[in-house]
């Protein structure tokens, strides 16, 4: 497999979220030049319909679950679930600050590991060759399933492994699409830099850093979610007992349903917050851009 | 000899390959200082080769190529020329004004020095009050005066031009070359024009150049429409745009458009039935 | 074809180099790292490099030839364990994919059929990407043994199976809407001309349409359908497959971790092997690649 067939492969694939993100969630997509399901959002019935099915799913599960008696194991009514994250709203926000903690680390660490890996590769022939293959790899691979080496290497009394894992999991779309951005630069700006005969470093200055930090912001928002996502499932994996996704499976084996959906919906929601924080910052960075990375 | 008074660009003997693609064959062409050259012929004919040969972006296969009286890669090095592409190229991420600056930046002037000088021209191509916006909230025609602006900041002898108006409208694209010839006229720049257009050719042009294909080559030289400017009298509006029109509506331009169509024709049938 | 076929054969040889450097970077911490690690200020910073945290990459390559239990009845080499665990992961990871594929095909069609359909389900569809579904996995794993289907018992390889569809679904429907949306207006104009129906439009315009899209969306399932595979027989305690494995090894060696790497060298293979095979797909779909990448 050729590297550059697969690095479009690779980003491809993440942007799968990312292309129909901004408008679709946001509603928002009238500013952008962007094609897609998202351009026949307008109006009112933007945030009507949603809303309208999201009650009639809720109201429908109520339904199902007190009037047509489905087991609690299956799935809890909604005002079971509502009631325990009621009653467990300390050890919720205690939780998800230790889950949401883990994958902000990791999402920084991970980020700035790699914008560095992608500037060094662009400027250095051999690393690309040599980190690009590591990367697009390591897009392939249930990076999760590194948990338990990180836990035998750092000890499973510390965050540490975690954190780790999420880093690992957040190097891919941020490497992949940093990458991308310092290797699209447009040949008229290629010109334009020979013709007035700009040093490298210049060129990298002015044109090449400057006009990958769309790309550079739309890993961060596709790393954002993910980020979550590792820190939770990484706990599956052993380790300390003290965030959301060790409460979710211990409430799971005590068949207390109720409370690990109150668990899920903490999950939910600290995956939502992450997202819309990168979308947020991928907006302001980049707002007075015509297109974008996307 | 003083500066102004050096050839634009001289070209003696310009060949240039592409592995077996015959891009230029044996080109000769003087520019002289403040002259305004085009060059017109079908796809494929090498006039963008030509101009980036002068721009020191191609480099010939052989010949001799001076700019301003030095080599072309001097000349790129010492920002003796400045260039514009059909796309206007602005950078995103810069203001209008900044963008201007950018080729003041790159050679190290001041920042107060380059603002200066990339406001008055601004005001030279009509855009001062758009300083602080953003390329994207210009038109195609306002982002393009802006490359001409950019192109103009190092204050050259020489504005090389690759189709420049191609991806304007109609209406735009005649208030544009008014508006470039006002600037050459006040900068005393020469200008070497790119252009598929026969009448933007012969109403801009003091001399229009006729290339044809296979190998890229210099058929016929037809004298060029462009109007008269009234001289030293830079201070004043040198040109009036109206002028512009006037040109449009003489028998000499029919007679400019004509003579380089049948030039045209004539480079085309010489390449047989493929062109 | 030539030149081609010599940078595919250079990228593989840096892609083999990139790995040899993995594999020496390692070593060479064990050698120069202490072997207790680095901690400061209570925070372990550098890992510990003993045989039992950081074993010798040969070590672990012999453990693969090694008997899974020492002095069993029938002895099973590990490496013979990895592969039949990867291969079960696999097939539950296929059949979730596929559930998971028609389920959002169909939805695809659904929603760019209806707008209004499209307009109430595409957000949630778009914001389950976002947030960690994958949490419901210990969930589904309770279904085990306690729900029957028309005599059939409910068996905990297809609570896996069910989260694996799970996560491969949303990719899927989200990546077949935006193929089906893809045509250029001229050319759904041009059917329309035609007087082509919805169906005719959507059988020899939007499908086809969709294929470019559509294939970057399958990859990024099947990497979603592994992950969910794994991370679901952990959490349900299905045995056979390999995320099962990586556990039972993880705890059964405290002393001597080789075992434990070597299965999750085994997942890693895993993955790659899913993502070459969905290589071989696009390169039999070549023909209806179109301008998106």
């Known amino acids: 497999m050729s590297a550059d067939r697969g690095e479009i492969t690779a980003s491809g694939g993440v942007g799968t979220g990312g292309l129909a993100g901004p408008g679709g969630v946001g509603g928002a997509g009238g500013a952008g030049a962007v094609a897609g399901p998202e351009r026949r959002f307008r109006g009112a019935s933007v945030v009507v319909a949603p809303v309208i099915f999201g009650i009639a799913v809720l109201v429908v599960w109520q339904l199902v679950v007190t009037v047509g008696g489905l087991p609690a194991f299956l ?29 902000l680390v990791g999402l920084v660490l991970g980020f700035v590991l790699g914008v560095l890996l992608a500037i060094l590769a662009a400027g250095v022939r051999l690393v690309a060759d ?19 080496v990180f836990t035998t290497m750092f000890g499973s009394t510390t965050e540490i492994p975690r954190r780790l894992v999420v880093t690992v999991v957040v190097v891919v779309p941020v490497y992949v699409s940093t990458a991308r951005g310092l290797r699209q630069v447009r040949p008229v700006h290629d010109e334009l830099m020979v013709a007035l005969a700009a040093t490298r470093r210049q060129y990298t200055r002015f044109v090449r850093l400057p006009g990958a930090v769309p790309y550079v912001m739309t890993g961060l928002r596709l790393a954002a979610p993910a980020a979550v996502i590792a820190a939770i499932v990484a706990e599956y994996f052993g380790g300390l007992q003290n965030g959301l996704g060790s409460r979710i499976s211990s409430a799971a084996a005590n068949t207390a349903y109720a409370r690990a959906w109150a668990f899920v919906a903490a999950s939910i929601v600290l995956g939502l917050v992450f997202f819309l924080a990168g979308l947020l910052a991928e907006r302001l960075v980049t707002r007075n851009r015509p297109g974008g990375a996307s | ?37 085009s060059l017109i012929g079908p796809s494929g004919c090498g006039k963008s080769t030509l101009l980036r040969v002068v721009a020191d972006l191609e480099e010939p296969t052989a010949g001799s190529v001076a700019v301003t009286g030095t080599s072309a890669r001097q000349a790129r090095l010492d920002q003796r020329y400045g260039i514009a592409f059909q796309q206007a190229g602005l950078l995103d991420w810069r203001t209008v004004v900044e963008n201007v600056e950018l080729p003041l930046q790159v050679h190290g002037v001041g920042k107060a020095e380059r603002r200066r000088r990339a406001v008055e021209l601004l005001e030279l191509v009509g855009l001062a009050e758009f300083a602080g916006s953003r390329p994207a909230e210009l038109s195609g025609g306002m982002q393009q005066r802006v ?16 189709e420049p108006f191609g991806a304007l409208d109609e209406m735009t694209r005649e208030r544009m ?27 801009l042009s003091d001399r229009v150049v006729v290339m044809s294909p296979r190998p890229g080559r210099i058929t016929e030289v037809v004298g060029g429409r462009r109007p008269p400017v009234s001289g030293d009298d830079r201070a004043a509006d040198t040109l009036d745009p109206d002028a512009v029109e006037d040109v449009r509506e003489t028998a000499a331009f029919f007679e400019a458009v004509t003579a380089v169509r049948e030039a045209l024709r004539k480079g085309a049938a010489t390449d047989g039935p493929a062109a | 074809m030539g030149s081609r076929d010599r940078r595919r054969l250079r990228s593989a040889a840096w892609a083999v180099a990139a790995f040899a450097l993995l594999v020496v970077l390692w070593e060479l911490a064990k050698l120069v790292l202490p072997a207790g690690g680095v901690t400061v200020g209570g925070t372990r910073v550098l890992p510990r490099t003993d045989d039992a ?101 409910w068996e905990p390889w297809a609570s896996v199976m069910v989260i694996s569809s799970y996560l491969a679904f949303f990719p899927i429907s989200v990546g ?76 059964s060696a405290t002393g001597d971790p080789s075992q434990m790497y070597a299965a999750i060298l085994g997942a890693a293979v895993l993955g790659l092997v ?16 179109g301008s998106v990448a």
């Open chain 1, 75 to 103: 799935l809890p009514a909604p005002t079971a679930i509502a009631e325990q994250i009621g009653a467990q709203f300390p050890v919720i926000l205690e939780t998800a600050a230790v889950t949401g903690g883990n994958a």
């Open chain 1, 130 to 148: 040599l980190i690009t293959p590591v990367v697009l790899a390591a897009s392939a691979v249930p990076i999760v399933a590194l948990a338990p």
């Open chain 2, 1 to 37: 000899m003083t500066a102004t008074g050096t050839d634009a660009v001289e070209l003696q003997g310009v060949d240039k390959t592409f592995g077996s693609v015959w891009a230029l064959a044996g080109v000769d062409l003087t520019i002289g200082a403040g002259e305004f050259v």
């Open chain 2, 147 to 162: 490359a001409i602006a950019r192109a103009l900041a190092p204050s050259p002898r020489l504005l090389l031009m690759d």
């Open chain 2, 177 to 203: 070359q008014a508006e470039l010839l006002r600037i050459a006229g006040e900068t005393g720049a020469a200008v070497l024009f790119v252009t598929h257009s026969i009448p933007e050719a012969v109403v």
């Open chain 3, 53 to 153: 945290a950081m074993p010798h990459v040969w070590t672990v390559l012999a453990r693969l030839g090694a008997p899974e239990v020492a002095g069993a009845a029938e002895p099973r080499s590990v490496g013979a364990a990895i592969v039949s665990g990867a291969l079960f992961t696999l097939g539950l990871a296929l059949g979730g994919l596929v559930l998971g594929g028609i389920a959002g095909m169909l939805l695809a069609v659904l929603m760019q059929r209806f707008a209004v359909a499209e307009k109430a389900v595409l957000p949630y569809v778009i914001a389950s990407q976002t947030v960690p579904l994958i949490a419901i996995a210990p969930l589904v794993a309770g279904w085990g043994g306690k729900i029957a289907i028309g005599g059939w018992a």
């Open chain 3, 176 to 251: 077949m809407l935006r193929g089906l949306t893809s045509p250029r207006k001229a050319d759904v104009e041009m059917f329309r001309s035609l007087a082509a129906g919805w169906w005719t439009t959507l059988l020899r315009l939007r499908l086809p349409a969709s294929v470019p899209h559509l294939v970057p969306a399958v990859r990024l399932a099947a990497a979603a359908a592994i992950v969910g595979a794994i991370v679901a027989e952990i959490s349900t305690g299905t045995r056979g497959g390999i995320g099962r494995l990586i556990i039972e090894y993880a705890q």
């Open chain 3, 274 to 289: 899913a993502a070459g095979a969905v290589g071989l797909l696009e390169l039999g779909l070549r023909r209806y690649r």
